[in-house]
């Protein structure tokens, strides 16, 4: 299957602070998504990006399909920005999750 | 719109004892999944529905899992009988179409505790 590593594995940052989340992907996908796991367990859809840029808020993100790579850019961090981030890819009928990011935002 | 419904949110369970998940998918999605979560780790899909036909069942573990979706709309995830190592969040998800391309939606988890 897909191997798909997120970088870094953990992260704290001063609430106002701005970061960036890598995920890289073994082999070429056909579905992208970014998606925030709250202290409570839910998985919350930020972006669905095969290919492109996006934007929503403070958040935005890139995927470069070529070369097999995304990236969750978030700015003027908030203490409810906590919690894991996830990329999840697809091909064929598989659907395979990253490690995560563990994010911790500080007041 | 509502979302993706599970019940029961939390269980606890002894080893060899057997357990039921219901899952409702966002009215109108074709696709329908279940994924298992094991604590640190990301969600591992198991078993993927397109209206009530399994289109991939490869990672489910037969022997104990089992998952139906009459009528094509909601689902159920047993186990029989649970052991130690399915502790895990079982996480339901529905996308609007089906195939590989769409955009998914995931419910709030059942937590099981096997004990």
């Known amino acids: 299957g897909i191997q798909v590593e997120q970088s870094p594995p953990d992260l704290i940052l001063q609430e106002g602070a701005n970061s960036t989340l890598r995920c890289n992907f073994s082999d070429s996908v056909n579905n992208l998504q970014w998606f925030h796991q709250n202290p409570w367990g839910q998985l919350i859809n930020l972006f669905y990006i095969p290919s492109g840029t996006k934007q929503n808020g403070r958040l935005s993100a890139t995927t470069v399909a070529t070369e097999r790579y995304s990236l969750l850019y978030i700015s003027s961090s908030q203490t409810t920005d906590s919690g894991v981030y996830f990329c999840a890819v697809s091909t064929g009928n598989q659907f395979y999750f990253g490690t995560g990011t563990s994010l911790t935002v500080i007041p | ?115």
């Open chain 2, 1 to 115: 719109e509502a979302g993706v419904a599970q019940s029961p949110r939390y269980k606890i369970i002894e080893k060899r004892q057997s357990v039921a998940f219901w899952c409702n998918p966002i009215s109108g999605h074709a696709t329908l999944y279940w994924y298992q979560q094991i604590l640190g780790q990301g969600p591992k899909l198991l078993i993927q529905f397109q209206n009530n036909g399994v289109v991939d069942d490869s990672q489910l573990p037969k022997d104990r899992f089992s998952a139906e979706r009459l009528k094509g709309v909601d689902s159920t995830l047993k186990i029989q009988p649970a052991k130690l190592e399915d502790s895990a969040v079982y996480l339901c998800a529905s996308s609007p179409w089906g195939g590989t391309a769409y955009e998914q939606y995931f419910g709030p988890g059942t937590r099981l505790t096997v004990t």
